[in-house]
């Protein structure tokens, strides 16, 4: 009998790395094209604590595949990138949720600043329950944080599920994308995306968002989200 449940317990082991095995993984035509991984579902050798060179020791953790956010601070790529394309999924776990992800940071004397596309659980956030906040805002999912609103009827999943995000950075132009859906465009030399710098909680940041190439940060507000599957393709130094 031990036996049996013995060889039960290898199979189904070695089903569950199968399924894991599945993601985080490049396909054959990703490759020719230069995408890069930067989680492989085991180790978390892309990615340190910003200002430091190692990764968390607490807050962040890989589990079943999956990179998981939970109280151990912002982390960033350890390289920088420019003109790329980055996709991920994203699940929230926690009810009225917020995370995001970062581009173009550039590491300041007070922690590290760039871009942000915008995660949350929108619908049970605490700004959206008290008004601050009304749907489709620059706070909510796919936005970009303090400057650009998304539609209100966009494709978000809710906490529990798996959502896939992309963002595209060619030059000055800039794409947030949401399961499938573009959801924002914009220039960041426009006089649009200036004045609404100058509007922003970032108008004492000289050149925000300007940069040719940062660094990708996993924003960690101590909410537990997963991510899975962050490929990027693009210029990196």
């Known amino acids: 009998m031990f036996r049996a449940r013995l060889i ?3 199979i189904m082991a070695w089903f569950v790395s199968g399924l894991h095995a599945q993601h985080n993984m490049l396909t054959k035509k990703e490759r020719k094209q230069g995408w890069q991984i930067l989680f492989d579902g085991k180790n978390t050798e892309h990615w340190r604590s910003v200002k430091k060179d190692g990764f968390p020791e607490k807050g962040w953790k890989v589990e079943n595949g999956e990179l998981v956010s939970g109280g151990g601070g912002n982390i960033i790529t350890k390289k920088q990138y420019g003109d790329f394309e980055l996709v991920f999924e994203w699940k929230m776990m926690d009810e009225g949720g917020n995370s995001g992800v970062k581009y173009l940071v550039k590491e300041t004397a007070k922690g590290a600043l760039g871009i942000e596309y915008q995660m949350l659980d929108d619908e049970n956030h605490p700004w959206m329950k008290s008004g601050k906040m009304k ?3 620059y706070h909510t999912t796919g936005a970009v944080y303090e400057l650009y609103d998304v539609p209100i009827e966009k494709p978000l999943n809710p906490i ?3 959502n896939h995000s992309r963002i595209v950075v060619k030059g000055s132009h800039v794409e947030h994308w949401l399961n499938g859906m573009k959801l924002v465009g914009f220039d960041r030399d426009s ?8 509007k922003s909680k970032f108008k004492e940041v000289e050149g925000f ?12 507000h101590g909410s537990v989200v997963h991510f899975r599957n962050i490929k990027i393709v693009g210029r990196q130094q």
């Open 8 to 10: 039960i317990a290898i």
């Open 135 to 137: 749907p489709g805002d």
């Open 191 to 198: 006089d649009d995306y200036m004045a609404r710098v100058a």
């Open 160 to 162: 529990g599920e798996w």
């Open 209 to 220: 968002g300007l940069h040719k190439e940062g660094h990708i940060m996993l924003t960690d």
